[in-house]
């Protein structure tokens, strides 16, 4: 049950994206088509699953136990654009149009806020390895669906008839402060 409970809460009552505002960069930047914002979110689900395991080991087993924990952002940091470079690596390969479709936003990841929050947050929350896996897991895939819902409300909306002042960018953050305050509605579930 408690997993059920750090799942639930990482993808709708305490949405990155939706709840703690974090990610908001390629939530915006990418979420023009639902095939890129698909292929974003899964991009960061791996890199926010692999990012947050290496930075918990990295953090108990050498920042702790040496004593140099006040270094763990900046290796946080280093950790996190690595695994971007590889995850680059592995797209310019596997999926050149996906690799071309996500452009600059792919290799912004390593500045995502929301990859390094949930690193951070792991620690504060003392989360063990498992739960960390699972916390982290959960809100990359939160992530996801935020953009995935979100490409395809943008997607609509390209059909819609909206007033010239408020197509584009106004539009867009109406919809997402509209989600926003749709995904706190959940809030009292957990």
């Known amino acids: 049950m408690e997993y059920f409970v750090i799942i639930i809460g990482a993808v709708f009552v305490n949405n ?7 990610g908001i960069c ?8 639902i095939s890129t914002a698909t ?5 960061v689900v791996f890199v926010i699953s692999l990012a947050t395991t290496v930075t918990y080991l990295v953090h108990h087993y050498i920042l702790v136990p ?11 940091i280093l950790v996190i654009a690595a695994l971007v470079q590889l995850v680059e690596i592995i797209l ?3 999926a050149p149009p996906l690799y071309q479709a996500l452009g600059i936003f792919l290799p912004l990841i390593t500045t995502n806020c929301a990859v390094l ?12 390895l498992i739960q960390s896996v699972v916390f982290a897991s959960a809100t990359a895939v939160g992530f996801t669906l935020a953009m995935i819902l979100f490409a395809g409300i943008r997607e609509h909306l390209e059909l819609m008839d ?3 002042g408020m ?10 402060g509209l989600l926003s305050l749709a995904f706190m509605g959940f809030a009292g579930l957990v």
């Open 16 to 22: 990155i994206i939706f709840a703690q505002f974090l």
């Open 26 to 33: 390629p939530f915006l930047g990418v979420s023009n088509k």
């Open 39 to 43: 292929g974003m979110g899964l991009a």
């Open 66 to 76: 040496y004593n140099i924990a006040f270094m763990q952002t900046v290796t946080f």
């Open 92 to 94: 310019k390969k596997v």
């Open 117 to 128: 929050g949930v690193a951070i947050l792991v620690i504060q929350k003392e989360f063990n």
């Open 162 to 164: 909206i007033p010239e």
């Open 167 to 176: 197509k584009g960018i106004p539009i867009a953050l109406i919809t997402a």
